[in-house]
T-cell receptor
């Protein structure tokens, strides 16, 4: 089955710096890669996702890149702000007719200090 | 904005007792997922429903866990008997099969503590 590795487990940056979180996956059939943000005590929320037919996607300060050959994808946050502090999870899945069960990485705790 | 609802938000029980969690997905979402999130880790899928049918329960410990979605709307996850290792956050999520999005919307979770 699919296995997702996520690094680093913790990341501390200064406000305004960039942050990069990397994930690798094992199942070459996976074709959907979402990133979720989970603030302390709150539910995970989707911040950006990418399908395997696209190499890069950007939404304001957040971007995701995908390398299908190497089976890895990364989250890039630019101009970080204190409110970006949270746990970030990557996930991988195969899109199926009956739904898309996600396999999550172990998470990265991002701390942005002002 | 519509959200996934879960109850209770917190549950404390003693080992060997039975517990049940309830989830109400976003209206019209055909797919419902139950995930377990152990502290410090990512969510792990327990069971997936499409309407009232189980699509994937390969990771559900069936000797003690059961899940149902009888009318294809809300769902219940039960543990009997609870064990110390079951202490975790139980998250419910739902997604629509309409449109081009695959986004899963998560509920607030039920935090289970087994003493």
């Amino acid at each position: 089955g699919e296995n997702v590795e996520q690094h680093p487990s913790t990341l501390s940056v200064q406000e305004g710096d960039s942050a990069v979180i990397k994930c690798t996956y094992s199942d070459s059939a996976s074709n959907y890669f979402p990133w979720y943000k989970q603030e302390l005590g709150k539910r995970p929320q989707l911040i950006i996702d990418i399908r395997s037919n696209v190499g890069e996607k950007k939404d304001q300060r957040i971007a995701v890149t995908l390398n299908k050959t190497a089976k890895h994808f990364s989250l890039h946050i630019t101009e970080t702000q204190p409110e970006d502090s949270a746990v970030y999870f990557c996930a991988a899945a195969r899109i199926r007719q009956a739904g898309t069960a996600l396999i999550f990485g172990k998470g990265t705790t991002l701390s942005v200090s002002s | 904005e519509a959200e996934v609802a879960q109850s209770p938000r917190y549950k404390i029980t003693e080992k060997s007792q039975a517990v049940a969690f309830w989830c109400d997905p976003i209206s019209g979402h055909a797919t419902l997922y139950w995930y377990r999130q152990i502290l410090g880790q990512g969510p792990e899928l327990l069971v997936q429903f499409q309407d009232e049918s189980v699509v994937d329960d390969s990771q559900l410990p069936k000797d003690r866990f059961s899940a149902e979605r009888l009318k294809g709307v809300d769902s219940t996850l039960k543990i009997q008997p609870a064990e110390l290792g079951d202490s975790a956050m139980y998250l419910c999520a739902s997604s629509s099969r309409e449109g081009k999005t695959n986004e899963q919307f998560f509920g607030p979770g039920t935090r289970l503590t087994v003493l």
